[in-house]
């Protein structure tokens, strides 16, 4: 190295096994002189260096001058530092050998929705019918070990459930599927409604025409009873008398005798009884449901405005469950208006008879 005066210096690092070495650079200087100037560094094993006196002007100068001599240079320092790391039991971390560029671009895939190795991605599950389970396999770009491993760990449903695994990247793909469980709730909302509006119109048909003809059926068996008592006493009397009944009036009083029994049974206004009253229970039920149905509906719409397309996971589970109360509930309710209408039909069929 050369000084602002023209010294020319001598550098000699300390080499692997102690022992020195000596580089020379000599360079002409701003007014043609050189010097030697010889320096030691410490070896890997600390043997100590021995250093060569500058010559008093040559040390002056660069003391004045602000010039200094490198000890060691770039490239041994890099060594001299890895060696010292490897003695202490330290290692270069993952990045080490890779470029800032590389870095960036593995950070960029850790945070990017479309990328396999992203950071952002999580397993959900979807109800299913458990017959068509099977059939379900990963989709492409999704690792199946992951897959595998998502649907051994599924929550424990009931027989009627199966759940399968869908994998979801991003905030994105996390929003899009809130917004489907929302049109879902919303449909499911439109079949409560018209499940009322159907109830309600059989509810009204029931007040306004089968209550009339229930009352009018129940003024003819009352006027029919009374007229089958007088028919009974005259017959009895008739016999007492010790007249004799052919086959076509014996028949007569047989039946009589079988239409007064059917009327006096309680258990056809007990029916009657029983099927308003389910009726009535259902109209409850689906109002119930559908109330329900309004305050999740309100709460999602409160959370996706209050936090944008992020929910936390308690809201999604509930969301999740209160659905799947809700197909119970729609198969129950469908299960109550079939053996509903089913006991009508029998009972308008048998009023018929």
Request: charged share 25%.
């Amino acid at each position: 190295m050369t000084s602002l005066f023209g010294n020319t210096t001598t550098q000699q690092g300390g080499g692997l096994f102690g022992n020195s070495t000596q580089q020379q650079k000599p360079t002409s200087s701003l007014f043609g002189n050189s010097t030697n100037a010889p320096a030691t560094g410490s070896s890997l094993f600390n043997t100590a260096p021995q250093q060569a006196q500058q010559p008093m002007a040559g040390s002056l100068s660069a003391g004045l001058m602000g010039s200094t001599n490198g000890a060691l240079g770039s490239q041994s320092q890099q060594q001299f530092a890895q060696s010292r790391l490897q003695s202490v039991g330290l290692r270069d971390t993952p990045y080490a050998d890779k470029s800032v560029e590389e870095q960036v671009i593995v950070l960029l895939k850790k945070w990017d929705p479309e990328s396999p190795d992203t950071l952002l991605q999580k397993y959900l599950y979807n109800a299913v019918n458990p017959a068509y389970a099977p059939y379900y396999h990963p989709n492409s770009g999704e690792s199946e070990r992951e897959w595998e491993t998502a649907l051994a760990n599924k929550p424990v449903g009931d027989d009627s459930t199966a759940y399968i695994p869908v994998l979801v990247r991003g905030f994105r793909a996390l929003g899009e599927r809130l917004e489907l469980q929302a049109k879902v709730l919303n449909s499911l909302r439109v079949s409560l409604h018209e499940m009322n509006n159907s109830l309600t119109a059989i509810l009204s048909k029931h007040q306004q025409d089968i209550s009339v003809r229930i009352e009018e059926s129940r003024k003819q068996h009352t006027s029919i009873a009374q007229r089958t008592l007088r028919l009974a006493i005259k017959c009895q009397i008739l016999r007492n008398r010790g007249y004799a009944l052919d086959g076509t009036e014996e028949k007569l009083r047989r039946d009589i005798l079988a239409l007064q029994e059917r009327v006096a049974k309680p258990s056809l206004q007990s029916r009657e009884e029983e099927i308003w009253a389910r009726m009535v229970a259902l109209r409850e039920r689906a109002r119930w449901v559908e109330e329900e149905g309004k305050r999740v509906g309100a709460a999602v719409e409160a959370q996706k405005q209050g936090n944008g397309s992020t929910l936390p996971d308690s809201v999604l589970q509930g969301a999740n469950k209160i659905l799947r109360d809700y197909d119970g509930q729609l198969m129950h309710l469908a299960k109550e208006m079939d053996e509903v209408r089913r006991e009508f039909e029998e009972w308008d069929r048998e009023r018929r008879s």
